[in-house]
Each structure stands twice: as structure tokens, then as C-alpha cells.
């Protein structure tokens, strides 16, 4: 099962934004059993990112939690 997901970053924020993405990946894998992500800058400000996950009943358990890195995005 695969999620994409789509980022606007700020210019003067890209490599905050790509530490705490990357931060949460981690999370992801060891937490939310993901089983892995890539992130791509399509342009400027815009991120694309993709995560495989083992199904979509592991993806949709993973929608109910919170990670640490999450406080970091809002």
C-alpha cells in the first residue's frame, strides 16, 4: 500500500522541513511499522512524498497515532 503525499516548503525552511521529514520517517518505520519513504523536491518550495506501507489496515492504525516529530509540523 503506497501514500503520496504533496509539501509547500518555504525557501529559508527546506532543510528544517527536511530534518524533521526525515526524523519522521524513522518514526514511522520503528513506531507505525511503515516500510519505508522518499521524499523528492519537485521544485522550489514543492516536496513530493511517497510511503510504502505493508496494507492499508497497518496505514489506516497509523492515522490514530501521534509521533515526536509530528509536534514539529503543526
Known amino acids: ?3 503520496v503525499e504533496t ?3 518555504e525557501p ?3 532543510l528544517e522541513f ?3 521529514w526525515s526524523l519522521w520517517t524513522m518514526e514511522s ?3 507505525l511499522k511503515s516500510i519505508g519513504a522518499r521524499l523528492h ?3 522550489a518550495n514543492k516536496y513530493v512524498s511517497y ?3 505493508p496494507d492499508e489496515a497497518t496505514w489506516r492504525r497509523s492515522q490514530k497515532m501521534t ?3 509530528q509536534r514539529y509540523l503543526e
Request: aromatic fraction near 16%; include cysteine; charged fraction near 20%.
Open 18 to 20: 527536511e530534518k524533521i
Open 67 to 69: 509521533l515526536l516529530s
Open 29 to 31: 518505520k520503528c513506531v
Open 12 to 14: 529559508h525552511h527546506r
Open 7 to 9: 509539501f509547500y516548503v
Open 41 to 43: 523536491r519537485a521544485n
Open 51 to 53: 510511503t510504502q506501507w
Open 1 to 3: 500500500y503506497i501514500t
